[in-house]
Nanobody
Framework: VQLQASGGGLVQAGGSLRLSCAAS????????TAWFRQVPGKERDFVAS????????NYADFARGRFTISRDNAKNRSYLQMDNVKAEDTAVYHC?????????????????WGQGTLVTVSS
């Protein structure tokens, strides 16, 4: 599966942004998808995931209550709705997918990655 992230941009603190991840290939519904983020000089951190099958969601502590991950299998898309953004949310956001995955937090479990989309939050 190939992934392409979009929707990044400049947003003011307290505002909202929705990221989109478009997937090509078949059987998208069988992939757990996730968003990670990375700032220069730091590791790529888990943000949120949504499982294949039961659509169970997981969030990093900093994302819980502000970000919402969702997916539309009919459109082969995954989304990250970011609300009440903060300056520290500034990063490159990457979408990722793992086939029939059950290890949502592990970066190494994701075999497929999209290019990043830059989110810049101005304070």
């Amino acid at each position: 599966v190939q992934l392409q992230a979009s929707g990044g941009g400049l947003v003011q603190a307290g505002g909202s942004l929705r990221l989109s991840c478009a997937a090509s290939g078949r059987a998208f519904r069988n992939y757990t998808t996730a968003w990670f983020r990375q700032v220069p000089g730091k590791e790529r951190d888990f943000v949120a995931s949504i499982s294949w099958g039961n659509l169970n969601t997981n969030y990093a502590d900093f994302a819980r209550g502000r970000f919402t991950i969702s997916r539309d299998n009919a459109k082969n898309r995954s989304y990250l709705q970011m609300d009440n953004v903060k300056a520290e949310d500034t990063a490159v956001y990457h979408c990722a997918a793992q086939l029939i995955g059950n290890t949502p937090y592990s970066r190494s479990a994701y075999s497929y990655w999209g290019q990043g989309t830059l989110v810049t939050v101005s304070s």
